[in-house]
């Protein structure tokens, strides 16, 4: 499960939830991706909770949430 998102530069995110290597209790956390521009390091960010409810927040969160965990993420290598 994805969604699009749009940061404040008019360009385009994916998010998307990464729940870790399977069988390990890692904490879920937010992915993004930028489609509008992919030269752009893909962000992460820690999601508190389990990975159903991090599921749940990409359904239903609002795009301000969303946009919030993507400023506070720290950028993948």
């Known amino acids: 499960m994805s969604r ?32 509008t521009d992919p030269a752009l390091p893909s962000r992460m960010a820690s999601f508190q909770g389990e990975p159903n409810g991090a599921l749940t927040f990409v359904e239903s969160g609002t795009a301000d949430e969303l946009l919030a965990l993507l400023e506070q993420g720290k950028p993948l290598s």
């Open 4 to 35: 699009r998102i749009m940061d404040r530069d008019f360009r385009n995110w994916e998010v998307f939830v990464n729940t870790g290597p399977s069988g390990f209790s890692t904490p879920p956390s937010l992915v993004f991706r930028c489609v």
